[in-house]
């Protein structure tokens, strides 16, 4: 089940980005990520998955101002059961249809990205521009999805 973020998942979201940090950079120590998540929750801007024992194994985060995805990990235990594809579905629902949508993302090549660039791929991502290393110093890109004009 996907639902909002609320603050009672503060520390679910926390144990999520301390096991991918080797992926993403620091995170749990960073003051700027920690109030950047308590954001997403006060402005509903931030979704999970959620098992039947109601545990959190997935999240997204958006950010409407710029129109982008900006987080998004699953456990590496409950990876490949849909829980990404549902979250990015959920995350593109509730951004602007009618304009680009971006992420930024794993370089092709990036051994452990290629799961997240397949999925992005699938959903008509398109990578756009080099972004450079992130914090895990890991070469990512900006993939864009063009707007989903309605006639």
């Given at each position: 089940?996907?639902r909002?973020?609320?603050?009672?998942?503060?520390?679910?979201?926390?144990?999520?980005?301390?096991?991918?940090?080797?992926?993403?950079?620091?995170?749990?120590?960073?003051?700027?990520?920690?109030?950047?998540?308590?954001?997403?929750?006060?402005?509903?801007?931030?979704?999970?998955?959620?098992?039947?024992?109601?545990?959190?194994?997935?999240?997204v985060?958006?950010?409407?101002?710029?129109?982008?995805?900006?987080?998004?990990?699953?456990?590496?235990?409950?990876?490949?059961?849909?829980?990404?594809?549902?979250?990015?579905?959920?995350a593109?629902?509730?951004l602007?249809?009618?304009?680009?949508?971006?992420?930024?993302?794993?370089?092709p090549g990036?051994?452990?990205?290629?799961?997240?660039?397949?999925?992005?791929?699938?959903?008509?991502?398109?990578?756009?521009?080099?972004?450079?290393?992130?914090?895990?110093?890991?070469d990512?890109?900006?993939?864009?999805?063009?707007?989903?004009?309605?006639?």
């Open positions: 089940m996907i909002l973020v609320t603050n009672q998942d503060l520390d679910a979201w926390m144990e999520l980005a301390r096991e991918v940090e080797p992926l993403f950079g620091e995170m749990v120590g960073n003051e700027d990520f920690i109030n950047g998540i308590k954001g997403c929750i006060a402005s509903q801007s931030a979704f999970c998955v959620v098992n039947t024992d109601s545990e959190v194994e997935g999240i985060a958006i950010n409407k101002a710029v129109n982008e995805i900006a987080w998004l990990a699953v456990r590496e235990k409950c990876r490949g059961k849909g829980y990404g594809y549902q979250l990015l579905e959920r593109i629902e509730s602007d249809k009618s304009k680009p949508i971006y992420v930024q993302t794993f370089s990036v051994k452990a990205g290629e799961a997240a660039r397949k999925m992005y791929l699938k959903f008509g991502f398109k990578d756009d521009k080099d972004s450079g290393k992130n914090p895990a110093g890991i990512t890109v900006i993939m864009k999805l063009e707007s989903l004009r309605v006639c």
